[in-house]
């Protein structure tokens, strides 16, 4: 079964092969999930009364658009990912919602901004990919401002987020090695550690960090549940590269897992995750 899962660990081939295709076909799912976070980095926004807000690792946008609806004009809201498939998506958004977002395709890691830029430096689980986050984050320093502010929302440890590894746990007998994690990668728990990632950012010359947990409530219809399971997490990589029959027979075993969490029509877990903020200037 090893055959079908995708175990690339190059955040490029990932997020320009399954990984993005994924997201993309899942995208209204994960607008829904992730609307609470998407309004605590929105609301952030706007009390730093920031007006340039570069949006890292920004997937198909929604949060990227959704500053720019609330800043309105003279404004300017970029958003970066090194996903072609997922920035292709958030600039049909953009057209399609009429704003002046843009979008570059790039990695942030190394992509040259230009310098103090940015007043705002945002990102909703876009920050723990980097290959090497200390590069990452000295080079979004250098594109913000003097009194620019940090605001980044990642994922707390997997034992805090038992919703996020039940369907890799559930499928490891058919999908030997799915549920495999390694601490401190890049990955969707790489800034489990809280301490590592105040060293990331102190080592970046970031001053005045905080990372505070905060438990955010999330749903999405049930009636979307099996569309979670076949593209999403590594679950759902592995099944995009399955034929029919190992599909089906990883959905039936997985679903049933998931019953404590469906409420009638919906799906309610609870995301574990931090809250980093950080200033530029002393």
Not at 55 to 69: E, K, P, R, S
Not at 89 to 100: F, G, P, S
Not at 183 to 197: C, L
Not at 229 to 249: S, Y
């Amino acid at each position: 079964m090893n055959t079908f899962q995708d175990g690339s660990t190059d955040q490029n081939i990932v997020w320009n092969g399954l990984g993005g295709q994924g997201w993309v076909e899942a995208q209204a799912l994960l607008d829904h999930a992730f609307k609470p976070q998407e309004d605590l980095l929105v609301d952030a926004v706007w009390e730093a009364s920031a007006r340039r807000v570069l949006d890292v690792g920004c997937g198909t946008g929604a949060t990227t658009v959704a500053v720019a609806l609330r800043l309105g004009v003279g404004s300017s809201s970029l958003g970066i990912d090194i996903s072609e498939a997922m920035i292709e998506a958030a600039r049909t958004r953009a057209e399609r919602d009429c704003v002046a977002a843009r979008f570059i395709c790039s990695d942030a890691q190394t992509y040259v901004f230009d310098p103090a830029s940015v007043d705002m430096i945002i990102s909703r689980f876009g920050v723990m990919f980097f290959d090497d986050p200390v590069q990452a984050f000295s080079n979004l320093r250098s594109a913000a401002s003097a009194s620019a502010e940090l605001r980044c929302i990642a994922w707390r440890g997997p034992e805090e987020n038992l919703f996020m590894t039940t369907a890799e746990k559930a499928a490891e007998p058919l999908l030997p090695g799915v549920s495999r994690r390694v601490p401190d990668e890049p990955g969707q728990f790489g800034f489990a550690d809280q301490d590592r990632v105040r060293d990331i950012l102190t080592q970046s010359e970031w001053r005045g960090i905080s990372i505070a947990p905060i438990d955010v409530p999330c749903t999405f219809p049930a009636s979307e549940l099996e569309l979670y399971l076949r593209r999403l997490g590594p679950v759902g990589r592995a099944l995009q590269g399955a034929d029919d029959e190992t599909r089906a027979k990883v959905v039936e075993m997985v679903r049933p897992s998931f019953d404590p969490y469906i409420h009638g029509v919906e799906v309610r877990f609870t995301a574990a995750c931090w809250m980093i903020c950080a200033r530029a200037g002393a």
